[in-house]
């Protein structure tokens, strides 16, 4: 009997999702102190989880199908994400640089424009 791919789309989202159950249940077993040293991990499975959802109605039944059968999924996943170069503090970064570059630029106007209104108050006064 060969499954029709929404059924197998359906398979997979329940699947996923008892992952992601099973991993937040285990969360919060854990002691606050634990799971706030687990952020980066919660945070990135809680992502893998919403892309696959997204995905899942664009892989190829072959993926989807190996995707089910793959044990842990979501954990597989995050492991091999773990070895993959992070660009996150990067830019991170960059963003703190153009941003403060663009504040420093703003007080520069501000200034001047402070500096234009307090001689055009003097020319007012005198």
Known sequence: MRLEYQELEKIFCLKISAELSAFQYDMLQKERKEI???????????????L???????????????AITIPELLHFLYERWLEYEDSHVEDIQSCIDLELE????????????????????????A
């Open 36 to 50: 706030y040293q687990t952020a980066y991990q919660i945070d990135s499975m809680i992502n893998l989880y919403e």
């Open 102 to 125: 663009a504040l420093k630029n703003i007080d520069k106007e501000l200034k001047s424009l402070k500096h234009y209104y307090s001689e055009e108050r003097m020319e007012e006064t």
């Open 52 to 66: 696959l959802i997204e995905r899942c109605r664009t892989m190829k039944e072959e993926v989807l199908i190996i």
